[in-house]
């Protein structure tokens, strides 16, 4: 490779995979088997990603490998069976270059790089070219590789590299939300044991029909097993100690009598005399009248606390997540140490404090919304939200309602929703960046694909936009425009209309057209520049805070401008702008291709068109001819016909077909077909003898192509033009045979048939001939397979439909009969080139100088092998 070759780094840097494998242990920290494992889990949109690059840059192979002691490939397409989750030695893998470097790798062809050669995949020949990316996370270390291959070599565009560099990042997102994940759920998990571990049970004592019901929390903590507690309170009082009963009976009693809250601090004494301390807080609850009905509560066993001081509160303060309470004027309670470093303030400050008034954000919010409903309903919460200012954080919180007001459990997750987020915008600007792909890929006509683009990007890169492409004469014109709001769009359609011709040489659109550059101006600006009149109001009426005038580039000039236009208040992102350029980039070399193809198109079919001379006119008959390139594909073949006097002055007419669909078969078409017209013109053969020494000068000439071809010659001896007839001396080379049509309308094929070898099989081969008789008004029609050949149906029904077609279209002049059998049979899109080539003897004599003349031949009577056969 050269120098400015993008490839395998050189000296000083790594020489190949076993030195990069030394750098990436000497130099990059070692990943924990934890961390490693967290990393593999990402999830199958990993696998999406690698089918999508295989995709994207049109490899059949692609992989992502995680990195750190060995190369583990953790998804992939194209792979050979077990390579996912194989583990590799670094020194082992093309991969360990980037990774090692954290640069992308661009080896077009692997066996051109010697540091290459030696290793497994390319010595069995699986990898030929080569496409690798980094995958650098937020640290700024690199964890792995996202790389394409190809089995044989080929060449990387800058766009290849720039779409593996964006799927390379989303990788990067989605592995780093996956660790995210797992480290919000061991926090999680931990939550869940610190209440646990706060031991809290909960009671409802039902004042008219006396029930009490506990948790197996509250039973357990009283020492009843099994079914032992009867739901009474007399189950309560059985188990307080006797010393206690008479005080936390009258803290009942007076919470019932006032309708007001109960708290009690009490001894429990279990069957083996096991003394228990138990904390109780509750509130007695009234009927619409004011009389009391129930007392809810909870208790949780404080004998630790006691004995080692304040257990619960040494729990909370322990807890990884924020934890704060709230009593039932929603003042704070308790707030612990992690609360006080999320929520930026400290506990004094806010304990005693309205949660409303110390965070007035969360009035008329989800935080507010939520807490209330936990409240008022009993049932506990769980969402996710973000806080303004001064916080500006999202949160995960889970909200437990309790007799004593509510209690607080909450995460900061922030960075999660930035990574989940970014890996969000990433699948759908990769989504984009596919459909814009398949779009233009799959678009017969890309200008009306091009101008389909602004219904892609709207409304993920625009409020709205419009397209302009640059006519071959050199003049812009806008062909595509869509608004995300649908009472806007008749306002985009009609500044369509106008904005052209109110715009200067100065405005952003004409600069982005000039310099190739993407040009961002503020309405204002753009506004400034129009002319006074419809263009100017309908962009005022439309009232966008920008717009963006990106350049659709072919390879050597600027083909047209996508404009994008925003809402006031719309900040375009950086990779919002970079996605654009793309989509730009990508519709710009579809239009540069059409050009290129129209252009070459054009001058193939000139070129075989010039080929193609107009027929001659001999006195005793029409001839009439025409050639229909395929619409598709290559758009110029193998099919040709010619028409021509011989020396004898017989009218000769000859149909062919060289096999294949491209300009080679066009260029042997033409050589073919001046041999075909240099050996009859000469030696005034039969077209049996034709073919045959055409097929003899193949084989001297070596060209090395097959083709298929029917030569007819018309002759009439004096008697013969006296009667009014015509014979038609024939020989076919594995073609088609001729139709004729009689005078009376009817078509006949000819009655036996035999078509000898295609030219070009065996130079030896014996051709025949045969020889049909005609009446004056007959039309003989001579034709190639492309026009009655088609995907959907086999020749007979081809045939079938153009003899239908010419009895109904006989009575028609020969020139209008050829024009409507197109018509009818391919509708001027024929999916195989066509040549016709047809006769029509006049119905009438027409006098002839008694020398020979056109098509005079001897009065001599035609072999009888080749005999006169009826029509």
């Known amino acids: 490779m050269d120098d400015d070759t993008p490839g395998l780094p050189r000296e000083p840097q790594v020489a190949g995979p076993r030195a990069a494998a030394v750098l990436l242990r000497a130099d990059r920290p070692r990943a924990s088997a934890a961390r490693r494992l967290r990393l593999r889990d990402a999830s199958v949109v990993l696998d999406r990603l690698a089918e999508l690059a295989a995709r994207l840059v049109g490899a059949p192979i692609a992989q992502i490998s995680l990195l750190d002691d060995v190369e583990v490939v953790v998804a992939g397409t194209g792979l050979p069976p077990g390579t996912v989750g194989r583990e590799t030695p670094l020194d082992a893998t093309a991969c360990a270059v980037p990774a090692a470097e954290g640069a992308p790798v661009v080896v077009p062809d692997v066996h051109a790089e010697p540091r290459a050669a030696d290793l497994p995949q390319v010595r069995a020949g699986i990898v030929g070219a080569y ?25 990387w565009s800058d766009t290849d590299l720039a779409t593996l560099r964006q799927l390379a990042a989303a990788a990067v997102s989605e592995l780093e939300l996956a660790a995210l994940r797992a480290e919000y759920e061991s926090d999680r998990v931990r939550w869940s044991l610190a209440v646990d571990a706060a031991g809290i049970g909960t009671f409802d004592w039902d004042l008219h ?28 009082n059985a188990r307080l100690h006797p010393d206690d009963l008479p005080r936390v009976t009258d803290a009942l009693q007076a919470s019932i009598a006032s309708c007001g809250d109960y708290e009690a601090e009490y001894r429990v004494v279990w069957p083996d005399g096991d003394t228990r301390w138990v904390q109780a807080r509750g509130r007695t609850l009234a009927d619409e009248h004011g009389a009391a009905t129930r007392v809810l509560g909870a208790a949780y066993d404080t004998t630790a606390e006691r004995a080692a001081g304040l257990r619960v509160t040494r729990v909370l303060e322990a807890m990884p997540a924020g934890f704060y309470s709230l009593d039932r004027e929603w003042r704070f309670t308790h707030v612990n140490a992690e609360a006080e470093r999320l929520l930026g303030r400290s506990r004094d400050d806010l304990l005693g404090q309205d949660l409303w008034t110390a965070f007035p954000a969360t009035v008329n919010s989800v935080f507010e919304e939520n807490y209330r409903s936990a ?65 233009l890929a799959g678009a017969l006509d890309p200008k009306t694909a091009t101008a389909h683009l602004p219904r892609l990007v709207v409304p993920a890169l625009a409020d709205w936009c419009i397209v302009t492409v640059v006519d071959p004469d050199g003049r812009p014109r806008d062909v595509g425009h869509w608004h995300a709001v ?9 500044y369509a209309a106008v904005r052209l011709d109110a715009m200067p040489a100065t405005a952003p659109l004409m600069r982005a057209l000039l310099t190739g550059e993407a040009v961002m101006e503020r309405t204002e600006a753009v506004r400034g520049v129009l002319t006074e009149g419809e263009a ?21 000039r600027t083909l047209g401008v996508m404009t994008l236009y925003h809402r006031r208040g719309w900040v375009p992102r950086e990779e919002d702008l970079a996605t654009a350029q793309d989509v730009a980039d990508r519709a710009g070399l579809a239009l540069d291709n059409a050009r290129l193809y129209g252009q070459q198109r054009a001058l193939a079919e000139g070129l075989q068109r010039s080929l193609l001379t107009e027929p001659p006119e001999p006195d005793h ?35 062919g077909d060289v096999v294949g669909h491209d300009t080679e078969a066009a260029a042997a078409m033409g050589q073919l077909r001046a041999l075909l017209r240099g050996i009859a013109t000469y030696s005034d053969a039969g077209p049996g003898e034709v073919l045959r020494g055409l097929d003899a000068s193949m084989a001297v000439l070596q060209t090395h192509v097959l083709a298929t071809a029917t030569v007819a010659r018309f002759e009439q001896t004096d008697d013969e033009h006296r009667r009014g007839v015509t014979r038609m001396r024939w020989a076919n080379a594995g073609h088609l045979p001729p139709l004729v049509v009689t005078p009376d309308g009817s078509v006949t094929e000819l009655a036996t048939w035999r078509g000898d070898l295609l030219l070009g099989v065996d130079p030896a081969a014996a051709r025949e001939e045969s020889v049909v008789t005609l009446d004056r008004g007959a039309t003989v029609l001579l034709f190639t397979d492309g026009l009655i050949e088609r995907r959907d149906a086999d020749l007979d029904a081809g045939m079938a439909r153009l003899r239908e077609a010419l009895r109904e279209l006989a009575g028609l002049p020969l020139q209008e009969l050829l024009d409507e059998v197109l018509h009818r049979l391919v509708d001027g899109r024929p999916e195989d080139d066509v040549a016709l080539v047809a006769v029509r003897l006049h119905p009438q004599d027409r006098p002839r100088p008694p020398e020979a003349g056109p098509n005079r031949v001897p009065d001599v009577v035609p072999d009888e092998r080749v005999g006169p056969i009826p029509i």
């Open 131 to 155: 496409l690798g990316v980094p995958l650098v996370d937020t640290g700024g270390h690199t964890v792995g590789v996202l790389c394409v291959a190809a089995p044989t070599p080929r060449p």
């Open 209 to 236: 029909t006396g029930e009490l019901t506990w948790d197996a929390r509250l039973i357990e903590m009283f020492g009843y097993s099994g079914g032992e507690f009867g739901g009474t309170i007399d189950d309560f």
């Open 375 to 439: 409240v008022r309903t009993g049932t506990p919460v769980q969402f996710d939200a973000h806080y303004p200012s001064p916080l500006n954080g999202w949160y995960e919180v889970r909200a437990w309602p309790s007799p004593e007001g509510l209690t607080v459990y909450f995460l900061e997750v922030t960075e999660r929703r930035r990574v989940q987020d970014r890996a969000e915008r990433g699948a759908q600007r990769l989504a984009l960046l596919a459909q814009v792909s398949a779009e």
């Open 486 to 494: 649908p009472s806007s769009r008749a306002l985009v359609e009609r």
């Open 536 to 556: 100017r109001d309908v962009l005022t009426a439309l009232d966008p805070e920008s717009a963006i005038c990106i350049p659709l580039r072919g390879r050597d």
């Open 621 to 655: 008959a029409e001839i009439a001819v025409r050639y229909l390139p395929a619409a598709e594909a290559a758009r110029v073949g193998g099919d040709w016909y010619d028409a021509f006097l011989q020396p004898g002055g017989s009218t000769m007419l000859v149909i």
